[in-house]
């Protein structure tokens, strides 16, 4: 697997995370790959052959081509039918409702193809430019032009919801929505309210998604002995309640995430954030 990742244009650079590239040769025997929860949405191109997502043990679907990945809260699977050339955009978690008037939520847990956000003449115009680009620097550019011409002027993310999302990340989900509230109870139903609208998901869903990736990263280069300091430097109750959230997010043990073949891709990428 190839997977690189590259930089927004400074005037993107708090909305969009990055920008990212993954290439794998064509091989029958390819597993499932388990695709994670991660409290971002993505911009989607599917360049080389098609991606089926799995809706049952032997049911799916065949991906959309050009999508928008919303916020999910559950594993689910996917597989390439041959080569995989991927081209993506990984905003934060505020970053896409900057661009478009959907309500966040309406994307939540599954693909919602392009030309159903901007229009099918946009869209269909956006495809042409990223397939046709000879490079990643040129389907950069390409996209960055999109995104640029279509983000909103004026402020489109609470400032209270902002705040939120970024006191969650620099505590690595380890942090209480009552905490960060200070007590003002009377804010939580109206922050839950504009979570889920410009977000996707509520608070306390993002910051166990947000906790999940800091244990994922963790895991990394270690091994199942390390669980307990995991769970204790994570700020987890007990291990209980570490493997708890950790099925609920990966539907499968922290002991099993580096040895499942169906983890490959999710350890390639966290091995890399």
């Not at 049911?59 to 991927?86: A, C, H, K, W």
């Not at 003449?121 to 950069?140: C, F, M, N, P, W």
Request: charged fraction near 25%; glycine fraction near 6%; include cysteine.
């Amino acid at each position: 697997m190839d997977y690189q990742i590259f930089p927004p244009h400074a005037d993107l650079r708090s909305l969009v995370k990055c920008y990212w590239t993954l290439q794998v040769p064509a091989d029958s025997s390819t597993p499932k790959q388990r695709i994670l929860p991660d409290g971002c949405i993505e911009l989607f191109f599917i360049l080389g052959d098609d991606v089926k997502r799995f809706t049952s043990e032997e049911d799916f679907i065949i991906q959309p081509r050009e999508m928008v990945l919303g916020q999910i809260t559950e594993p689910y699977f996917i597989q390439p039918t041959g080569y995989v050339n991927s081209f993506a955009v990984r905003f934060y978690p505020y970053g896409f409702a900057h661009f478009v008037d959907v309500p966040i939520d309406s994307l939540a847990n599954t693909e919602t193809p392009v030309e159903n956000l901007f229009g099918a003449e946009a869209a269909s115009h956006l495809k042409s430019k990223i397939t046709g680009a000879g490079d990643t620097v040129q389907r950069i550019q390409v996209i960055e032009g999109f995104l640029l011409e279509r983000m909103k002027s004026k402020a489109t993310i609470d400032k209270i919801v902002k705040a939120a999302v970024e006191t969650l990340l620099a505590a690595k989900g380890s942090i209480s929505i009552h905490s960060i509230l200070k007590d003002d109870l009377s804010k939580r139903r109206q922050l839950e309210r504009k979570f889920s609208r410009q977000i996707g998901v509520s608070p306390k869903q993002l910051g166990k998604i947000i906790r999940l990736q800091a244990v994922l990263k963790m895991l990394i280069g270690r091994d199942s002995q390390g669980l307990t300091n995991i769970a204790y430097e994570s700020d987890y109750h007990d291990q209980a309640h570490f493997i708890k959230d950790f099925r609920e997010f990966t539907g499968a043990s922290p002991k099993h995430f580096l040895r499942d073949s169906s983890m490959a891709l999710s350890a390639l990428l966290y091995s890399r954030e």
